[in-house]
């Protein structure tokens, strides 16, 4: 029988599973393998990337042979076919040129949203499309269900890996075709059923980092492509207390890697990124992980996605995230005539970042969300009056 659902095997442990819990539940299905990275040993020069040339990883830095390797053993244990896509084009096109452009303008992005909206629910979806197949699987941690008027995305029963804040650009016709077999399961569970069916990858480590380009040191990968640009490091008020090597390398809250030491007239505590100048190339800094700098009460965001494709009103109060695995925030939403959005939070919070994502949930529901333009921080307040 061809396959009636096409999982997205990355080659680690939750794929794995994935496609083990819907053959073993008689879904005929097949694997499929995605390269989103080109990797042939050589580094891309910043030259390259103003060409809009595809980027290339320096061998050894990403895992991509060792997950395809360890998919095909999968796929071979499951006794299901596999087949395999070069995204690479469409992930420089539709996620990583995005990523170094928000860089370059001094804004953190958050590449795995993207990389979810383009890559795995759009060009994997057409792949299995093209294949034959009614609907994908993946390995995420989510739920879908099926209610009056349409599809709703849930939180994951295991909340500390829920990745819903990462799949809130999704849209109806995409969790009609999308299943998520290991919504319902915590991490733990998962393990004992890989290694009860003596997958290849029970005992692989998750991956982490930037998606689809793994780990590895993130300021130098950075410089790959956009080249150390020093200046000074600053107090809110004005006092130099070092140099950096680019302001892009840092974001708001950041306290590794400044290698600022004893400062004569401040007092022996870590230091924290509070604030970014661009156009004068000054990276702001302040002591105590709790600066008064770093703390907002309101955004601004840009044109908001609603997963039901209209938000519950004009103006409603619901919880937010503007970070993976944040606490529920209570939060006060108001929808602009441009779709843009005002949120402004029962309590101050920290380290808001524009570039991010501001998501929007009614209790375990998750309405949708925007990335963050703008907050009420008193030092980005500074800065774009300055700026005006």
Same mark, same amino acid.
């Given at each position: 029988?061809?396959?009636?659902?096409?999982?997205?095997?990355?080659?680690?442990?939750?794929?794995?599973?994935?496609?083990?819990?819907?053959?073993?539940?008689?879904?005929?299905?097949?694997?499929?393998?995605?390269?989103?990275?080109?990797?042939?040993?050589?580094?891309?020069?910043?030259?390259?990337?103003?060409?809009?040339?595809?980027?290339?990883?320096?061998?050894?830095?990403?895992?991509?042979?060792?997950?395809?390797?360890?998919?095909?053993?999968?796929?071979?244990?499951?006794?299901?076919?596999?087949?395999?896509?070069?995204?690479?084009?469409?992930?420089?096109?539709?996620?990583?040129?995005?990523?170094?452009?928000?860089?370059?303008?001094?804004?953190?992005?958050?590449?795995?949203?993207?990389?979810?909206?383009?890559?795995?629910?759009?060009?994997?979806?057409?792949?299995?499309?093209?294949?034959?197949?009614?609907?994908?699987?993946?390995?995420?941690?989510?739920?879908?269900?099926?209610?009056?008027?349409?599809?709703?995305?849930?939180?994951?029963?295991?909340?500390?890996?829920?990745?819903?804040?990462?799949?809130?650009?999704?849209?109806?016709?995409?969790?009609?075709?999308?299943?998520?077999?290991?919504?319902?399961?915590?991490?733990?569970?998962?393990?004992?059923?890989?290694?009860? *069916?003596?997958? &290849?990858? =029970? +005992?692989?480590? $998750?991956? /982490?980092?930037?998606?689809?380009?793994?780990?590895? @040191?993130?300021?130098?990968?950075?410089?790959?492509?956009?080249?150390?640009?020093?200046?000074?490091?600053?107090?809110?008020?004005?006092?130099?207390?070092?140099?950096?090597?680019?302001?892009?390398?840092?974001?708001?809250?950041?306290?590794?890697?400044?290698?600022?030491?004893?400062?004569?007239?401040?007092?022996?505590?870590?230091?924290?990124?509070?604030?970014?100048?661009?156009?004068?190339?000054?990276?702001?800094?302040?002591?105590?992980?709790?600066?008064?700098?770093?703390?907002?009460?309101?955004?601004?965001?840009?044109?908001?996605?609603?997963? *039901?494709?209209? &938000?519950? =009103? +004009?103006?409603? $109060?619901? /919880?937010?995230?503007?970070?993976?695995?944040?606490? @529920?925030?209570?939060?006060?939403?108001?929808?602009?005539?441009?779709?843009?959005?005002?949120?402004?939070?029962?309590?101050?919070?920290?380290?808001?970042?524009?570039?991010?994502?501001?998501?929007?949930?009614?209790?375990?529901?998750?309405?949708?969300?925007?990335?963050?333009?703008?907050?009420?921080?008193?030092?980005?307040?500074?800065?774009?009056?300055?700026?005006?």
């Amino acid at each position: 029988m061809s396959a009636r659902t096409v999982v997205g095997m990355s080659g680690g442990v939750d794929s794995s599973v994935a496609a083990l819990l819907l053959r073993d539940a008689g879904e005929p299905i097949a694997g499929l393998f995605m390269q989103n990275w080109a990797d042939d040993g050589d580094a891309q020069d910043s030259a390259g990337a103003a060409e809009g040339r595809m980027p290339k990883a320096a061998r050894g830095d990403c895992r991509a042979e060792d997950d395809r390797r360890d998919a095909v053993a999968v796929c071979g244990r499951l006794g299901i076919p596999i087949h395999f896509r070069d995204f690479s084009r469409e992930y420089w096109d539709g996620v990583f040129a995005h990523f170094l452009a928000e860089y370059a303008a001094g804004r953190t992005p958050n590449p795995d949203v993207l990389c979810n909206r383009e890559i795995k629910f759009k060009h994997f979806l057409d792949a299995a499309r093209e294949l034959g197949a009614e609907a994908i699987a993946t390995g995420h941690y989510a739920r879908v269900e099926r209610a009056a008027g349409g599809h709703l995305l849930l939180r994951a029963a295991d909340r500390s890996k829920d990745q819903s804040y990462f799949l809130h650009q999704l849209g109806q016709q995409q969790l009609a075709a999308t299943r998520f077999p290991l919504g319902g399961l915590l991490k733990r569970e998962v393990r004992r059923i890989a290694q009860e *069916a003596a997958l &290849p990858t =029970a +005992a692989k480590k $998750d991956s /982490t980092g930037i998606c689809f380009i793994g780990e590895r @040191d993130f300021r130098e990968f950075l410089s790959r492509y956009l080249p150390a640009c020093p200046g000074e490091m600053r107090t809110p008020d004005g006092r130099r207390i070092g140099e950096h090597p680019g302001v892009f390398y840092f974001t708001l809250g950041q306290r590794e890697g400044l290698n600022i030491g004893g400062v004569r007239g401040f007092a022996a505590a870590p230091w924290y990124v509070v604030g970014k100048d661009v156009a004068n190339n000054v990276l702001y800094v302040d002591q105590g992980a709790d600066s008064p700098w770093l703390r907002s009460q309101a955004l601004w965001s840009e044109p908001a996605h609603w997963i *039901a494709g209209h &938000p519950p =009103a +004009a103006r409603f $109060d619901c /919880t937010a995230q503007t970070r993976y695995r944040q606490a @529920d925030e209570p939060c006060e939403v108001a929808v602009r005539d441009d779709g843009t959005l005002q949120v402004r939070f029962a309590r101050p919070q920290r380290a808001v970042t524009p570039g991010q994502s501001v998501v929007l949930y009614d209790g375990e529901v998750c309405l949708g969300g925007a990335v963050i333009a703008a907050t009420d921080a008193p030092l980005e307040q500074r800065l774009r009056a300055a700026a005006a």
